[in-house]
């Protein structure tokens, strides 16, 4: 057994957190830091030095050599570039280590190697990356030692975004203008802040290393290419809760342990629906610093699986035929006195700010579903939303019984009288305790639903960053909050409570359709949906478009997020994305296919025939075998002809140039030859001789873990 030891005394050990700056930093400096935390005041480059001079100070002493800034490009990585903290020898040939706040505040990586999308031709190279003081630094230990790591945003020479965390950063600010102005009229005098707080849901796969790394597909696109289902899968529902293993448990141990000590508040595990599959969730925090964790969460979960001789899949579909990984966003706008505006209380109907709230929101999620559905585009979620796999692709919002019931009363009568009221739980046993249940049940198959006091947005991929599923949610609540103050501020002389009802009547009845309470997995809801008018956007490639429509141009460049050139740069960038994860796919494919497969058949066809050859010379019928070889060189011969006929494709798409069209070849031909080749090698490793097989097969993969 490892040691053990108190959360409370490692939590947050290794960040420059609130009272590390409260005690190492003067009075003074420290009230100005927070100002500009807390109120976005900007700071002077005497007091950054100050800060960064303490800061280093605390990071030496945690055995800190180098500092870096940490930043997320487009990537959907996170990149840094380490600097020591040593400054040019001093004549007595020793050194001194230093970090000025011009260090602190400013970087300058070369831009050029980041996509841009257009928006910088190569010899413009210039980018800055700028401290993100609302996002405290940390010191990462790992193989390099410790290294002090400073959150920052990137951006270009003439200051347009290059990353995620920039537009980000910028939607909290309209949310929170926007929200305390709505806020305001209700009342609300006290609130300075309101902050979209997020709670991130990561699902993931362990899988051994060794068995890792005898699958080409694994390495190069994180998930598999080739693979037949074992006898058994997850119909059992055995391994959702399950007891969680040994070897699991102490990986799990380690990654909490590193979590706390950089901060991350890691709350609940739990095995998954898959075999092999896994959760973790922090509880959540402000966007900016839910996102900065989640990419923690993703580096740590693979770092210590390293260690624990397995690999962490964080693909969205790493296997056909079970479950893939999400991540689920759960968002919700806090006050900084404490006050979720999201929370419904007992009396909902009675609650008009909730409810104009809620009322924007379905408007909001209404009017930019395809919005919202590109927010969780990327190349792995192809294969979940709207393909073999839930949630799918179709935005709609779950509400339960008991918030419906009251939208519903001010759609037919302008004004809502009653709740529907919570009911004890009954088991039928005296021994346990009785409890009121929630308001509503759950709904599992909705991908965006209310759950109590938060929306939880589940269409997320779990190896996607999700600061763009946040950009979208808080501009477009911005965007709806402010029409609604337009309405509210125009005419002051009328009864307030009156132009509320209204507005909630109005807009519940306006966007009433996007509200769906049942079955999301459901055949019958695609059909359905598609009367109703809502969007059905099946792939990556047809989402992207919504990116640069001009009402989302218009909405991102009234709330200040995006400029339409930032917006254009970013479709182009996803387009590329696209492109270059299918060729790496279709690429891996033929290399496996070639190299592996398809000579490991030939030999075993061979020795089929030698046993045919064999067994007639004895005199014996040798039917079975004959008719084994027939049918193992059919699919061989199926094999190579779809092989053949992916590489023509994939050298055609190769070379055309980048951007749309080439995007959209890759997903109308070339994903289905991909799929074409797949389908007679999976059907070989059913009918191959499990010796004979190059590779591990699913059921070593996930039940050998
Ligand atoms: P679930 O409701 O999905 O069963 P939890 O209650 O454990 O799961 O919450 C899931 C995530 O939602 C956690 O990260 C949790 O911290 C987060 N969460 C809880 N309340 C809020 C809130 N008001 N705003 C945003 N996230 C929240
Ligand atoms: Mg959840």
Redesign the pocket.
Same mark, same amino acid.
């Given at each position: 057994m490892g040691e053990t030891f108190n959360v409370a005394d490692i939590f947050g050990e290794d960040v420059f957190n609130d009272s590390a700056m409260q005690e190492r930093l003067p009075k003074k400096v420290y009230k100005d830091l927070k100002r500009t935390i807390e109120e976005g005041k900007e700071l002077d480059l005497a007091t950054a030095d100050v800060i960064a001079h303490e800061m280093k100070e605390w990071a030496i002493e945690k055995g800190a050599t180098h500092y870096t800034h940490w930043f997320q490009p487009l990537t959907g990585f996170t990149a840094e570039k380490h600097d020591s903290f040593i400054s040019a020898p001093l004549e007595s040939g020793k050194v001194l280590m230093s970090f000025s706040g011009k260090e602190l505040i400013k970087g300058e990586p070369d831009a050029s190697s980041f996509p841009s999308g257009g928006l910088r031709a190569t010899f413009e190279a210039r980018g800055y990356t700028a401290w993100d003081c609302t996002s405290p630094a940390f010191v990462r230990h790992d193989a390099a030692g410790a290294t002090l790591c400073i959150p920052t945003a990137f951006c270009s020479y003439g200051g347009e975004a290059l990353d995620q965390k920039t537009p980000l950063l910028r939607s909290m600010e309209a949310i929170n203008e926007q929200a305390l102005r709505l806020i305001r009229l209700f009342g609300n005098t006290t609130s300075k802040k309101v902050t979209p707080?997020?709670? *991130? &849901?990561q699902e993931y796969f362990l899988v051994d290393a060794q068995k890792f790394l005898e699958r080409k597909d694994l390495i190069y696109a994180g998930r598999t290419l080739f693979g037949a289902m074992p006898p058994k899968g997850q119909e059992l529902d055995d391994h959702y809760f399950g007891t969680i293993r040994q070897r699991i448990a102490g990986f799990m141990k380690d990654v909490n342990e590193e979590l706390w000590r950089v901060g991350v508040?890691s709350?609940?595990q739990h095995n998954e629906v898959a075999p092999a599959q896994h959760e973790l /969730?922090? *509880?959540?925090a402000p966007a900016n610093v /839910?996102v900065d964790h989640n990419h923690l969460v993703m580096q740590t979960l693979k770092r210590v699986a390293s260690r624990h001789g397995m690999k962490c899949l964080l693909h969205e579909k790493p296997f056909a035929g079970v479950n893939g990984s999400g991540k689920?966003n759960?968002?919700?706008l806090?006050t900084d006195d404490g006050k979720?505006l999201?929370?419904p209380g007992k009396t909902p109907h009675e609650n008009n700010q909730f409810l104009l709230i809620l009322a924007c929101i379905l408007k909001a999620v209404d009017e930019h579903a395809a919005l919202l559905r590109e927010s969780a585009a990327d190349p792995g979620n192809d294969h979940r939303l709207g393909a073999d796999e839930a949630p799918p692709a179709i935005i709609s919002v779950f509400l339960g019984d008991q918030l419906e019931d009251v939208i519903e009363q001010f759609i037919d009568k302008g004004e809502a009288t009653h709740s529907i009221e919570r009911k004890k739980l009954e088991t039928g046993v005296k021994t346990i305790p009785e409890f009121s249940k929630d308001a509503t049940d759950?709904n599992r198959t909705s991908p965006f639903a209310f759950?109590?006091?938060?929306f &939880?947005f589940r269409m997320a991929g779990s190896r996607d960053s999700v600061a763009g599923a946040n950009v979208v949610l808080n501009t477009i609540v911005a965007e709806a909050f402010a029409e609604a103050c337009e309405y509210l501020e125009k005419d002051r002389n009328r009864d307030f409570e009156l132009v509320v009802h209204e507005l909630i009547k109005k807009y519940a009845t306006k966007h009433k359709e996007i509200i769906f309470n049942g079955n999301g997995y459901d055949d019958e809801w695609v059909k359905k949906a598609e009367e109703k008018g809502l969007p059905n956007i099946r792939s990556m490639v047809e989402a992207i478009p919504a990116l640069v429509s001009e009402k989302s141009i218009k909405m991102f460049k009234d709330f200040k997020v995006f400029t339409k050139v930032e917006l254009e740069s970013r479709a182009e960038i996803k387009y590329e994305n696209y492109a270059k994860a299918i060729n790496i796919e279709a690429r891996t494919m033929i290399d496996m296919a070639s190299k592996q497969f398809i000579p490991a058949v030939i030999k075993y066809t061979k020795t089929l025939a030698d046993t045919v050859i064999a067994v007639k010379a004895a005199g014996a019928d040798a039917s079975v075998q004959s008719e084994a070889l027939a049918e193992v060189t059919g699919y061989l011969a199926e094999a190579k002809k779809a092989n053949d006929a992916l590489i023509e494709l994939t050298d055609k798409a190769s070379a055309m140039g980048e951007g749309k069209d080439r995007a959209e070849f890759y997903h109308s031909q070339v994903v289905p030859a991909m799929e074409a080749l797949r389908a007679p090698v999976d059907r070989l490793e059913m009918i191959v001789d499990k010796e004979a097989w190059p590779m591990p097969s699913y059921g070593d993969l996930l039940f050998e873990v």
């Open positions: 707080s997020v709670g *991130i &849901e508040s709350k609940t /969730a922090p *509880i959540y /839910a689920h759960n968002w919700s806090i979720n999201l929370n759950r759950t109590g006091n938060k &939880e």
